[in-house]
């Protein structure tokens, strides 16, 4: 209950203290390129229930038509001001919607796209027995996912092979230490990191949960 009103109270202080902010990137959006302001793309959140997740568009219209689910940095499809956008992770403010609506949380695991969640082994799925979050110690920890694949031979491939079942040991173990203190100091980490714009993109070393090798390296992930 703590966190349901914690996560309310926030989103309604920030959308009130950033509606100049959507009416600048509305406008900004619009005139960068032909199409809708915002994006809603499906993923799947608590209990594997279905939702649109609301962001301001970056890529051009029909780009999911174009290529992969996935992003790499310099990914053609991304308009100019959605490149700001992402850089400065602008494009989830209307994530605080899905807060109010209940669908989302301010912090908790990364939701992902139908697509993605086919792959989730039954320990992984896991998290989906809470709210996915707008940020988390995996949205810090891969804040530069698109850099990193940007090498990549088979995007696809690598991402549900190697990076998502890393990403998702995090969210595990942030699920089990999970409290309203917890959360305050993610969101605290998540600007802190937003301002670090000098850090390089590195890929956080955790391993998958399943090799059971990584377990003291995932927990200090999230909690520090």
């Given at each position: 209950?703590a ?11 920030a ?8 009416l ?5 959006v619009v ?5 809708p ?6 993923r ?20 999911d ?19 700001i956008?992402?850089q ?5 403010i209307?994530?605080l919607l ?15 796209a139908?697509c ?9 799925r896991l ?9 988390g110690?995996?949205?810090i ?7 990193l ?6 995007m ?10 890393q990403?998702l040991?995090l ?6 230490q999970?409290?309203?203190?917890l ?9 802190l ?5 000098n850090e ?24 520090s």
């Open positions: 209950m966190k349901r009103l914690f996560d309310i109270a926030v989103a309604l202080v959308l009130i203290l950033l509606s100049p902010v959507w600048i990137v509305g406008v900004a005139l960068d390129s032909p199409g302001v915002f994006y809603r793309g499906q799947i959140g608590k209990d594997g229930v279905p939702f649109g997740m609301l962001k301001f568009r970056t890529m051009c219209l029909n780009a038509r174009m290529g992969s689910a996935l992003t790499r940095g310099r990914d053609p499809r991304v308009t100019r001001v959605g490149c956008l992402r400065w992770k602008l494009d989830e209307p994530q899905n807060v109010l609506r209940g669908e989302m949380s301010l912090v908790g695991p990364r939701p992902e139908p993605y969640v086919e792959h989730y082994t039954p320990e992984q998290v989906l027995t809470v709210r996915p979050g707008i940020t110690a995996t949205q920890a891969y804040r530069h996912e698109e850099a694949l940007q090498n990549c031979v088979n696809e491939e690598e991402y549900i092979n190697r990076i998502m079942p990403k040991s969210d595990l173990h942030y699920i089990a999970r409290s309203l203190w959360d305050i100091m993610l969101v605290a980490r998540t600007f990191a937003l301002l670090d714009k390089p993109a590195r890929e956080p070393h955790v391993m998958p949960a399943a090799t059971g090798h990584s377990e003291s390296q995932a927990e200090d992930s999230v909690a």
